[in-house]
């Protein structure tokens, strides 16, 4: 077979050259840190009465030396993470220093804070009487703003439809949950491993309280497991009982998949909701829900009530795994792979977006480019006014093979030629025996031995359950940011079953560094709001979101598609019976046919960058 994926991106290269391009790169805004002005005081265990009287603990972090009586901003920090952490102490200490009064918050029925703990469902209504409470204090000036990450953040796009006039800027890290309902859903497939470690570590319902002025209880330990002997055990539901936990939401949150309206009532981001505020999102390429990052501040933006929200969202994807973005160095490891120099001024960043928006500093935060992203491959910064960039080209990579494409040792090949008769390929999948996860999203660390970020797929592409199509190596190199979608017409015996992509950037050496990945359940191919099944060997077409990236792949290197039918334990495994599958303990082996021919034929859809 003839391959002309290399000169195809070559010439797009040389066509683009010479043709006028609305190029919105511009250098990214460093805002370095100042050095602290005012030492702190930390008035702790503060009691915030909510509007059911439940009392939620704060720790209030105060500068010292500022002018007697003067009120001052306030930014606040709403967490289940524990506020006395060192972490998130450390973070409030130094806004503090820089003149601002932060409160950092146990969310309700967490550490020090009454009520019961329902994930996400009371956040909306808790932050916004914290709000008010913060205005009622001798201190505030009545400029509020909010920050954190995980969690912390997606409570503060919860907040944000409120519109609270005094909630004026919000730094939302890693906040995609608040959409995409808690990141526990992809493709109508479950997130199993990032969620089992979450509810195991997080997840209890109800614990005591400390008063204000007592003793604060110990910290919850949850208990300890065999993670690969619980990730594989069945059913779904029921699974933190088995792992020894007290009440948590892991049943209501395994049995209601997207697009069910029960998650209404959990306070989730709906297309419906308005806003007006300042917005500063960042997340990363190997987080779980980058995509969704970016369909956040656009949904912002056009529901915005005034020019400030429509004209103030700006967006930040650096390369590292979850939360991890400070921790860039000269040589940022992110997984096994080394993506150079990633570093980036982020809390110079932050204290200048709340200089402005909270203090009316006129220190330039908001004219910087809307968009700023790191080019793995290239490892360098870039700055854009839009997402994703105009001037990409989308381009039709087409899976080909003379039907056994079965692991790296197979025929499978990436080509833009299209293909016109070939064989199928085909393969088993036996949810016994599923496709391991290696690498790819965390929420933070990985369970187990569980491994995260880029890492090398070298073993995966040794299994005959999966599909392996590779390019030539290429001559030029080629930049592929923006969203990628592969798009498959496949056949199968079971009345439902999961396929699976991951794009691969192959080294000259061999490794093999997975970029992106994504997962479709077949029964939700026509939408989330309905669930339709398979008939035994008549064809599909699927496709496939692999979310969104911005890699590189240099010159020596070859593009890789892997497709199988499993992902595990990152996803839940599908048990092709076409039930309900959450609380299903048996399942049916399913036999896969990709096509490539004809009509049928499947392709990789890549936005290519001149």
Same mark, same amino acid.
């Given at each position: 077979?003839?391959?002309?994926?290399?000169?195809?991106?070559?010439?797009?290269?040389?066509?683009?050259?010479?043709?006028?391009?609305?190029?919105?790169?511009?250098?990214?805004?460093?805002?370095?840190?100042?050095?602290?002005?005012?030492?702190?005081?930390?008035?702790?265990?503060?009691?915030?009465?909510?509007?059911?009287?439940?009392?939620?603990?704060?720790?209030?972090?105060?500068?010292?030396?500022?002018?007697?009586?003067?009120?001052?901003?306030?930014?606040?920090?709403?967490?289940?993470?524990?506020?006395?952490?060192?972490?998130?102490?450390?973070?409030?200490?130094?806004?503090?220093?820089?003149?601002?009064?932060?409160?950092?918050?146990?969310?309700?029925?967490?550490?020090?804070?009454?009520?019961?703990?329902?994930?996400?469902?009371?956040?909306?209504?808790?932050?916004?009487?914290?709000?008010?409470?913060?205005?009622?204090?001798?201190?505030?000036?009545?400029?509020?703003?909010?920050?954190? =990450?995980?969690?912390?953040?997606?409570?503060?796009?919860?907040?944000?439809?409120?519109?609270?006039?005094?909630?004026?800027?919000?730094?939302?890290?890693?906040?995609?949950?608040?959409?995409?309902?808690?990141?526990?859903?992809?493709?109508?497939?479950?997130?199993?491993?990032?969620?089992?470690?979450?509810?195991?570590?997080?997840?209890?319902?109800?614990?005591?309280?400390?008063?204000?002025?007592?003793?604060?209880?110990?910290?919850?330990?949850?208990?300890?497991?065999?993670?690969?002997?619980?990730?594989?055990?069945?059913?779904?539901?029921?699974?933190?009982?088995?792992?020894?936990?007290?009440?948590?939401?892991?049943?209501?949150?395994?049995?209601?998949?997207?697009?069910?309206?029960?998650?209404?009532?959990?306070?989730?981001?709906?297309?419906?909701?308005?806003?007006?505020?300042?917005?500063?999102?960042?997340?990363?390429?190997?987080?779980?829900?980058?995509?969704?990052?970016?369909?956040?501040?656009?949904?912002?933006?056009?529901?915005?009530?005034?020019?400030?929200?429509?004209?103030?969202?700006?967006?930040?994807?650096?390369?590292?795994?979850? =939360?991890?973005?400070?921790?860039?160095?000269?040589?940022? &490891?992110?997984?096994?792979?080394?993506?150079?120099?990633?570093?980036?001024?982020?809390?110079?960043?932050?204290?200048?977006?709340?200089?402005?928006?909270?203090?009316?500093?006129?220190?330039?935060?908001?004219?910087?480019?809307?968009?700023?992203?790191?080019?793995?491959?290239?490892?360098?910064?870039?700055?854009?006014?839009?997402?994703?960039?105009?001037?990409?080209?989308?381009?039709?990579?087409?899976?080909?093979?003379?039907?056994?494409?079965?692991?790296?040792?197979?025929?499978?090949?990436?080509?833009?030629?299209?293909?016109?008769?070939?064989?199928?390929?085909?393969?088993?999948?036996?949810?016994?025996?599923?496709?391991?996860?290696?690498?790819?999203?965390?929420?933070?660390?990985?369970?187990?031995?569980?491994?995260?970020?880029?890492?090398?797929?070298?073993?995966?592409?040794?299994?005959?359950?999966?599909?392996?199509?590779?390019?030539?190596?290429?001559?030029?190199?080629?930049?592929?940011?923006?969203?990628?979608?592969?798009?498959?017409?496949?056949?199968?015996?079971?009345?439902?079953?999961?396929?699976?992509?991951?794009?691969?950037?192959?080294?000259?050496?061999?490794?093999?560094?997975?970029?992106?990945?994504?997962?479709?359940?077949?029964?939700?191919?026509?939408?989330?709001?309905?669930?339709?099944?398979?008939?035994?060997?008549?064809?599909?077409?699927?496709?496939?979101? &692999?979310?969104?990236?911005?890699?590189?792949?240099?010159?020596?290197?070859?593009?890789?598609?892997?497709?199988?039918?499993?992902?595990?334990?990152?996803?839940?495994?599908?048990?092709?019976?076409?039930?309900?599958?959450?609380?299903?303990?048996?399942?049916?082996?399913?036999?896969?046919?990709?096509?490539?021919?004809?009509?049928?034929?499947?392709?990789?859809?890549?936005?290519?960058?001149?």
């Amino acid at each position: 077979m003839r391959n002309t994926l290399p000169r195809v991106l070559a010439a797009m290269a040389l066509a683009y050259c010479f043709a006028p391009v609305a190029f919105a790169q511009s250098p990214i805004a460093r805002f370095p840190e100042p050095p602290p002005k005012y030492q702190i005081t930390v008035q702790k265990s503060v009691r915030v009465p909510m509007r059911d009287m439940a009392p939620l603990s704060a720790d209030i972090y105060v500068p010292v030396g500022t002018r007697a009586r003067q009120r001052l901003p306030a930014i606040l920090i709403r967490t289940p993470y524990n506020k006395s952490s060192e972490g998130i102490a450390a973070d409030a200490r130094r806004f503090a220093s820089h003149g601002y009064v932060v409160v950092v918050q146990d969310v309700r029925g967490k550490f020090e804070s009454g009520g019961a703990f329902t994930v996400s469902a009371d956040d909306t209504e808790d932050g916004s009487d914290t709000v008010d409470w913060i205005l009622s204090q001798s201190w505030s000036n009545g400029r509020i703003g909010t920050t954190g =990450c995980s969690y912390s953040g997606e409570n503060q796009v919860e907040l944000a439809r409120n519109r609270k006039p005094h909630h004026l800027a919000m730094i939302p890290q890693a906040a995609s949950g608040s959409l995409q309902y808690f990141g526990s859903w992809r493709g109508g497939a479950f997130e199993l491993a990032a969620d089992a470690n979450w509810f195991l570590s997080h997840g209890a319902k109800e614990r005591p309280y400390a008063a204000p002025g007592a003793a604060r209880p110990p910290d919850f330990i949850p208990p300890k497991v065999d993670w690969p002997s619980l990730w594989r055990s069945l059913p779904l539901k029921g699974m933190m009982d088995r792992a020894g936990m007290p009440a948590t939401d892991w049943d209501e949150f395994v049995s209601h998949a997207e697009g069910d309206p029960w998650w209404r009532s959990r306070g989730y981001i709906t297309e419906r909701d308005r806003f007006d505020i300042p917005s500063l999102f960042v997340d990363s390429w190997y987080d779980y829900g980058p995509a969704d990052t970016f369909r956040l501040a656009e949904l912002i933006r056009k529901n915005s009530e005034g020019d400030i929200g429509r004209n103030n969202q700006f967006v930040i994807i650096a390369p590292t795994t979850h =939360c991890a973005y400070e921790q860039s160095s000269e040589h940022t &490891l992110v997984g096994a792979r080394d993506l150079g120099d990633a570093r980036y001024d982020y809390f110079g960043l932050y204290l200048a977006w709340f200089d402005h928006w909270l203090r009316d500093v006129d220190n330039g935060v908001e004219k910087m480019p809307k968009v700023q992203y790191y080019v793995m491959g290239r490892n360098q910064w870039r700055g854009e006014d839009e997402w994703p960039p105009a001037r990409a080209l989308p381009t039709q990579v087409y899976l080909r093979s003379s039907g056994h494409a079965n692991s790296r040792f197979g025929d499978g090949l990436l080509s833009t030629d299209r293909p016109s008769e070939e064989p199928p390929d085909h393969f088993v999948y036996d949810p016994k025996t599923p496709v391991p996860s290696v690498g790819g999203p965390d929420w933070g660390a990985a369970p187990g031995d569980l491994k995260s970020g880029a890492q090398d797929q070298s073993d995966v592409e040794m299994r005959h359950d999966v599909l392996v199509y590779t390019s030539p190596v290429l001559a030029k190199g080629a930049e592929v940011t923006g969203p990628v979608e592969v798009v498959l017409f496949v056949s199968s015996d079971v009345p439902d079953t999961d396929f699976t992509a991951k794009l691969v950037d192959v080294y000259p050496d061999g490794t093999a560094f997975n970029v992106q990945e994504g997962i479709q359940r077949m029964r939700y191919r026509e939408g989330l709001d309905k669930q339709v099944t398979m008939k035994p060997g008549e064809t599909y077409e699927v496709h496939i979101n &692999l979310n969104v990236t911005s890699n590189f792949f240099a010159p020596g290197h070859r593009m890789r598609l892997e497709i199988s039918s499993s992902n595990f334990p990152r996803f839940d495994r599908n048990l092709n019976t076409g039930g309900s599958n959450y609380d299903e303990n048996s399942w049916r082996i399913a036999r896969q046919t990709v096509h490539h021919s004809g009509a049928q034929v499947s392709y990789i859809l890549l936005p290519v960058i001149p």
